[in-house]
Protein backbone atom coordinates (compact mmCIF):
# COMPACT_ATOMS: atom_id res chain seq x y z
CA UNK A 1 0.00 0.00 0.00
CA UNK A 2 1.13 3.33 -0.95
CA UNK A 3 2.31 5.55 2.45
CA UNK A 4 2.84 8.88 3.32
CA UNK A 5 6.33 7.94 5.55
CA UNK A 6 8.45 5.55 4.89
CA UNK A 7 12.08 5.30 7.36
CA UNK A 8 15.32 5.43 6.12
CA UNK A 9 18.19 4.93 8.34
CA UNK A 10 16.66 5.89 11.57
CA UNK A 11 14.94 9.39 10.04
CA UNK A 12 11.36 9.74 8.60
CA UNK A 13 11.05 10.38 4.93
CA UNK A 14 7.81 12.35 3.50
CA UNK A 15 6.49 10.48 0.20
CA UNK A 16 5.05 12.75 -2.40
CA UNK A 17 1.38 11.83 -0.32
CA UNK A 18 1.91 13.60 2.48
CA UNK A 19 2.81 16.98 0.89
CA UNK A 20 0.66 20.11 1.30
CA UNK A 21 -1.00 22.15 -1.51
CA UNK A 22 0.69 25.41 -0.84
CA UNK A 23 4.15 24.61 -1.33
CA UNK A 24 5.85 21.30 -2.46
CA UNK A 25 8.99 21.53 0.11
CA UNK A 26 6.68 21.58 2.93
CA UNK A 27 4.09 18.80 4.22
CA UNK A 28 0.07 18.79 4.59
CA UNK A 29 -0.68 19.56 8.26
CA UNK A 30 -3.26 16.53 8.34
CA UNK A 31 0.09 13.59 7.74
CA UNK A 32 2.17 15.62 10.40
CA UNK A 33 -1.09 15.40 12.93
CA UNK A 34 -0.94 11.80 12.15
CA UNK A 35 3.08 11.27 12.31
CA UNK A 36 2.48 12.97 16.03
CA UNK A 37 -0.28 10.56 17.03
CA UNK A 38 1.53 7.65 15.62
CA UNK A 39 4.98 8.20 17.36
CA UNK A 40 2.87 8.69 20.65
CA UNK A 41 0.53 6.13 20.14
CA UNK A 42 3.24 3.55 19.86
CA UNK A 43 5.10 4.28 23.56
CA UNK A 44 1.88 3.23 24.75
CA UNK A 45 0.40 -0.20 25.44
CA UNK A 46 -3.20 -1.46 23.93
CA UNK A 47 -4.86 -0.77 27.11
CA UNK A 48 -4.64 2.80 26.60
CA UNK A 49 -6.70 4.96 23.92
CA UNK A 50 -6.05 8.41 22.89
CA UNK A 51 -8.23 10.71 24.71
CA UNK A 52 -6.94 14.31 23.09
CA UNK A 53 -4.12 15.18 21.23
CA UNK A 54 -3.09 18.62 20.84
CA UNK A 55 -0.93 19.88 17.60
CA UNK A 56 1.00 22.97 17.46
CA UNK A 57 1.73 23.56 13.94
CA UNK A 58 3.89 26.58 14.65
CA UNK A 59 6.27 26.36 11.61
CA UNK A 60 5.96 24.53 8.34
CA UNK A 61 7.16 20.94 8.77
CA UNK A 62 9.57 20.66 5.48
CA UNK A 63 10.13 18.07 2.64
CA UNK A 64 12.98 16.45 3.94
CA UNK A 65 14.18 13.39 6.62
CA UNK A 66 12.61 14.34 9.69
CA UNK A 67 13.01 12.71 13.36
CA UNK A 68 10.99 12.51 15.88
CA UNK A 69 11.70 13.51 19.60
CA UNK A 70 9.48 11.59 22.51
CA UNK A 71 8.98 12.40 26.29
CA UNK A 72 6.23 10.88 28.78
CA UNK A 73 5.41 13.96 30.40
CA UNK A 74 3.48 11.77 32.88
CA UNK A 75 3.75 8.14 33.03
CA UNK A 76 0.76 6.51 35.56
CA UNK A 77 -0.83 3.43 35.71
CA UNK A 78 -4.48 5.13 34.24
CA UNK A 79 -2.82 8.34 32.39
CA UNK A 80 -0.43 9.39 30.47
CA UNK A 81 0.87 12.30 28.74
CA UNK A 82 3.30 11.90 25.85
CA UNK A 83 5.04 14.69 23.67
CA UNK A 84 6.23 14.80 20.63
CA UNK A 85 8.19 16.70 18.62
CA UNK A 86 9.13 16.69 15.20
CA UNK A 87 12.35 17.88 13.59
CA UNK A 88 13.87 19.15 10.45
CA UNK A 89 17.50 19.90 10.49
CA UNK A 90 17.96 20.12 14.15
CA UNK A 91 15.19 22.04 14.62
CA UNK A 92 11.52 21.86 15.95
CA UNK A 93 8.54 22.38 13.71
CA UNK A 94 5.93 21.08 14.96
CA UNK A 95 5.13 19.32 18.58
CA UNK A 96 1.71 17.25 19.65
CA UNK A 97 0.85 16.34 23.41
CA UNK A 98 -1.72 13.22 23.54
CA UNK A 99 -3.22 12.19 26.32
CA UNK A 100 -3.92 8.47 27.31
CA UNK A 101 -6.23 7.17 29.29
CA UNK A 102 -6.62 3.52 30.21
CA UNK A 103 -10.34 1.94 29.22
CA UNK A 104 -12.28 0.51 32.19
CA UNK A 105 -15.81 -0.52 32.58
CA UNK A 106 -17.78 2.71 32.50
CA UNK A 107 -20.96 3.30 34.55
CA UNK A 108 -22.32 6.09 32.24
CA UNK A 109 -23.21 6.28 28.25
CA UNK A 110 -24.29 9.47 26.09
CA UNK A 111 -23.25 8.51 22.81
CA UNK A 112 -24.80 9.33 19.55
CA UNK A 113 -25.32 6.75 17.32
CA UNK A 114 -27.11 8.70 14.74
CA UNK A 115 -25.09 8.68 11.35
CA UNK A 116 -24.67 10.96 8.46
CA UNK A 117 -26.27 9.59 4.96
CA UNK A 118 -23.68 7.63 3.49
CA UNK A 119 -20.62 6.52 2.70
CA UNK A 120 -22.43 3.67 0.78
CA UNK A 121 -24.59 4.70 -1.67
CA UNK A 122 -22.78 7.97 -2.05
CA UNK A 123 -20.55 8.58 -5.70
CA UNK A 124 -17.18 9.16 -5.08
CA UNK A 125 -16.56 12.80 -5.81
CA UNK A 126 -13.17 14.96 -5.14
CA UNK A 127 -12.26 17.04 -2.46
CA UNK A 128 -10.67 19.59 -4.95
CA UNK A 129 -12.75 21.14 -7.74
CA UNK A 130 -11.22 20.17 -11.55
CA UNK A 131 -10.34 23.77 -11.87
CA UNK A 132 -8.38 24.01 -9.03
CA UNK A 133 -6.90 20.44 -9.09
CA UNK A 134 -5.40 21.84 -12.44
CA UNK A 135 -3.49 24.55 -10.99
CA UNK A 136 -2.33 22.53 -7.45
CA UNK A 137 0.43 20.50 -6.83
CA UNK A 138 0.43 16.68 -5.89
CA UNK A 139 0.01 16.15 -1.92
CA UNK A 140 -2.57 14.72 0.51
CA UNK A 141 -4.94 16.61 -0.39
CA UNK A 142 -5.97 15.06 -3.84
CA UNK A 143 -5.41 11.10 -1.55
CA UNK A 144 -7.98 11.40 0.39
CA UNK A 145 -11.25 9.59 -1.28
CA UNK A 146 -14.63 11.79 -0.24
CA UNK A 147 -17.79 11.19 -0.93
CA UNK A 148 -20.73 14.23 0.19
CA UNK A 149 -24.29 13.67 1.73
CA UNK A 150 -26.62 16.05 0.21
CA UNK A 151 -26.46 19.53 2.44
CA UNK A 152 -30.45 20.81 2.75
CA UNK A 153 -30.81 23.95 3.83
CA UNK A 154 -30.29 24.88 7.20
CA UNK A 155 -27.95 21.72 7.67
CA UNK A 156 -24.23 21.73 8.03
CA UNK A 157 -21.84 20.56 5.93
CA UNK A 158 -20.95 17.09 5.83
CA UNK A 159 -18.33 15.69 4.14
CA UNK A 160 -17.18 10.98 4.25
CA UNK A 161 -13.30 10.61 4.36
CA UNK A 162 -11.40 7.84 3.33
CA UNK A 163 -7.72 7.16 3.11
CA UNK A 164 -6.38 4.86 0.70
CA UNK A 165 -2.85 4.85 1.73
CA UNK A 166 -1.05 3.91 5.18
CA UNK A 167 0.27 6.52 7.00
CA UNK A 168 4.34 4.34 7.41
CA UNK A 169 5.56 1.77 4.97
CA UNK A 170 4.74 -1.59 5.63
CA UNK A 171 2.45 -1.23 8.33
CA UNK A 172 -1.38 -1.41 8.29
CA UNK A 173 -3.15 1.52 9.33
CA UNK A 174 -4.67 2.37 12.51
CA UNK A 175 -8.35 3.65 12.27
CA UNK A 176 -7.55 6.41 15.47
CA UNK A 177 -4.17 7.61 13.16
CA UNK A 178 -6.68 7.48 10.19
CA UNK A 179 -8.93 9.59 12.19
CA UNK A 180 -6.26 12.15 13.20
CA UNK A 181 -4.68 12.62 9.86
CA UNK A 182 -7.90 13.07 7.98
CA UNK A 183 -9.49 15.50 11.61
CA UNK A 184 -7.09 18.11 9.59
CA UNK A 185 -9.70 18.76 6.97
CA UNK A 186 -11.88 20.44 9.61
CA UNK A 187 -10.35 23.41 8.31
CA UNK A 188 -11.48 22.33 4.28
CA UNK A 189 -14.96 21.57 5.29
CA UNK A 190 -15.93 24.57 7.57
CA UNK A 191 -14.50 26.83 4.53
CA UNK A 192 -16.76 25.17 2.10
CA UNK A 193 -19.54 25.28 4.44
CA UNK A 194 -18.42 29.16 4.61
CA UNK A 195 -18.45 29.48 0.89
CA UNK A 196 -21.69 27.76 0.33
CA UNK A 197 -22.96 30.58 3.35
CA UNK A 198 -21.83 33.32 0.96
CA UNK A 199 -18.82 34.07 3.12
CA UNK A 200 -15.78 33.28 1.09
CA UNK A 201 -12.58 32.61 3.17
CA UNK A 202 -9.48 31.27 3.12
CA UNK A 203 -7.20 30.27 6.54
CA UNK A 204 -4.28 29.15 7.85
CA UNK A 205 -4.76 26.99 10.67
CA UNK A 206 -2.12 27.02 13.11
CA UNK A 207 -2.67 24.65 15.55
CA UNK A 208 -5.72 21.71 16.36
CA UNK A 209 -7.13 19.53 18.91
CA UNK A 210 -8.99 16.49 18.08
CA UNK A 211 -10.83 14.46 21.29
CA UNK A 212 -11.65 10.87 21.21
CA UNK A 213 -15.03 9.61 23.16
CA UNK A 214 -14.33 6.40 22.10
CA UNK A 215 -12.24 4.66 19.80
CA UNK A 216 -13.00 4.92 16.10
CA UNK A 217 -13.63 1.78 13.49
CA UNK A 218 -13.49 1.09 9.70
CA UNK A 219 -12.11 3.49 6.88
CA UNK A 220 -14.42 5.74 6.07
CA UNK A 221 -14.94 8.71 8.97
CA UNK A 222 -17.17 11.58 8.79
CA UNK A 223 -16.45 15.74 9.41
CA UNK A 224 -19.77 18.01 10.32
CA UNK A 225 -18.93 21.32 10.46
CA UNK A 226 -20.39 22.09 13.87
CA UNK A 227 -19.68 26.09 13.73
CA UNK A 228 -17.57 28.60 13.13
CA UNK A 229 -16.79 31.93 14.88
CA UNK A 230 -14.48 34.83 12.90
CA UNK A 231 -13.22 38.02 14.45
CA UNK A 232 -10.40 40.48 13.54
CA UNK A 233 -9.32 37.83 10.92
CA UNK A 234 -9.37 34.77 13.80
CA UNK A 235 -11.16 32.09 13.11
CA UNK A 236 -12.25 29.05 15.18
CA UNK A 237 -13.93 26.40 13.36
CA UNK A 238 -15.20 23.39 15.50
CA UNK A 239 -16.29 19.90 14.02
CA UNK A 240 -17.96 16.80 14.83
CA UNK A 241 -16.63 13.41 13.76
CA UNK A 242 -18.65 10.14 12.89
CA UNK A 243 -17.97 6.25 11.66
CA UNK A 244 -20.60 3.69 10.45
CA UNK A 245 -21.16 3.28 14.33
CA UNK A 246 -21.96 7.07 15.67
CA UNK A 247 -20.23 9.89 17.01
CA UNK A 248 -16.60 9.23 18.52
CA UNK A 249 -15.23 12.64 18.73
CA UNK A 250 -14.74 16.37 18.04
CA UNK A 251 -11.80 18.53 17.09
CA UNK A 252 -10.85 22.24 16.83
CA UNK A 253 -8.60 24.24 15.13
CA UNK A 254 -7.57 28.46 15.60
CA UNK A 255 -7.41 29.70 11.89
CA UNK A 256 -5.77 32.45 10.48
CA UNK A 257 -7.57 34.25 7.37
CA UNK A 258 -5.28 34.34 4.33
CA UNK A 259 -6.11 35.79 0.76
CA UNK A 260 -8.71 33.61 -0.91
CA UNK A 261 -8.37 32.49 -4.36
CA UNK A 262 -10.85 31.47 -6.52
Known amino acids: MEALF ?4 GRIVPCEGALSP ?10 VQGLLAYAAQATVDDGFQLTRLTADLFAPVPNEPLELEV ?39 DLDHTVPPGPDGLPTRSFISERRRAKMRPGFHMKAETRWPE ?6 KAIWFRMPLSLMADQALDPTIAAVTLSDFNSGISSIMAYEDGRPGSHLNADATMYFERAPIGEWFCLVADRQSDADAISISQVTHYDVNGRFGRSIQARL ?5 Q
Open 6 to 9: VREA
Open 22 to 31: WAGDRLHGGP
Open 71 to 109: SHLRDGRRIQLIQVSIMASGREVSRGTSLFMRRGEGTFC
Open 151 to 156: RLPGQP
Open 257 to 261: ETPFE
